[in-house]
């Protein structure tokens, strides 16, 4: 049985989903210019080294200013969509440029911190190359905590996790412009956001049950934030 069949999870997933979809067919897909992309990517940016700890303000981040996290961010997010490419044929070589994009000591960026660490970021890695069945927000929500908590690289694995996240939504053509800003949306539940990525942590399968629930709550808080939402 998959996850998708677990209660709550396919119902809340599926409504976040058209949402999504009702964004982009009622607002956007015939108006959708690099501008638009490229502010999603700031805000994303932005709401994703809040989570990390930056103090940076979102003037500061559009000025290309703030901290160095924030400046981290801003240069993941620039070349993320980038990525694409890469990330269909080999996840594991796209997770790796993501962490030297933010990692703060340049000695250690993309590799693995530990042999454990390595081995199940390879298996992330080939499920996502093969693809599942599973629906595409799942998959994105799954992904995203195996790295938030795995904490791969040991350092800024959150700024990868919610990286990867955006980049699963474009490649499984959930939001193939990337104008919807899934970091905002973790960010207006972050009390919601962490304690579910410790329950995915340390919970066990009803761990991963609510956090499928939390994600898709999140997914919609997302596409609430899009630029093309106003």
Known sequence: ???????????????????????LRDRGMRRVDRSTTAEALLRG??????????????????????????????????????????????????????HVLVAPQPDSAGRPRSPEAAARLTALARRLQQGTAAPALLEAAMAHAEVATLQPFGSRDGLVARGLERLVLAARGVDPV??????????????????NLRGYRDGGSAGVHS??????????????????SG
Do not use: C, K, N
């Not at 104008?179 to 304690?195: D, K, M, N, Q």
């Open 178 to 195: 990337s104008v919807t800003v899934p970091e905002a949306g973790h960010l207006a539940l972050r009390a919601a956001y962490e304690s």
């Open 211 to 228: 956090w499928l629930l939390y994600a898709g709550e999140a997914f919609a808080a997302g596409a609430e934030a899009s630029p093309l």
């Open 1 to 23: 049985m998959g996850l998708a069949s677990w209660e709550g999870v396919g119902s809340g997933l599926a409504a976040a989903r058209d949402g999504i979809d009702a964004l």
């Open 45 to 98: 940016a932005y709401a994703s080294a809040t989570l990390e700890g930056s103090t940076a303000t979102l003037e500061e981040v559009r000025a290309e200013g703030g901290d160095d996290l924030a400046r981290a961010a801003v240069r993941l997010h620039v070349e993320l969509l980038g990525l694409l490419g890469t990330f269909r044929t080999a996840p594991a070589q796209a997770l790796a440029r993501m």
